[in-house]
């Protein structure tokens, strides 16, 4: 049974800052691995994206405050969330695409409030 299993959300102060974990049940991160988050009342929006050999890219939102890593080996992916603001109020999923699948993880709810 694949699974993506995902952490680290919470409440925050504005400024401040958290880092998601997303944890895979094998390698199905290994090759595109992805975060979406989806406001309340909004529709589900890209927020990063990694790629195997390297390649990552951010929305136009969060560029410059977030970074998406990996570690391979832990078959883990991550999300530095800095100088957060209110409107990064989501809930942040986890996806991989791995081969004709597709995975999505169950999502762990950000709130930056004062």
């Known amino acids: 049974q694949v699974q993506l299993v995902e952490s680290g959300g919470g409440l925050v102060q504005p400024g401040g800052s958290l880092r998601l974990s997303c944890a895979a049940s094998?390698?199905?991160?290994?090759?595109?691995a992805r975060w979406y988050r989806q406001a309340p009342g909004k529709q589900r929006e890209w927020v990063a994206g990694s790629t195997s050999d390297g390649t990552t890219g951010y929305a136009n939102s969060v560029s410059g405050r977030f970074t998406i890593s990996r570690d391979n080996n832990k078959n883990t992916v991550y999300l530095q969330m800095n100088d957060l603001k209110p409107e990064d109020t989501a809930v942040y999923f986890c996806?991989?695409?791995?081969?004709?699948?597709?995975?999505w993880g169950q999502g762990t709810s950000v709130i930056v409030s004062s």
């Open positions: 094998g390698s199905i991160l290994s090759i595109v």
């Open positions: 996806n991989a695409v791995h081969g004709l699948a597709q995975y």
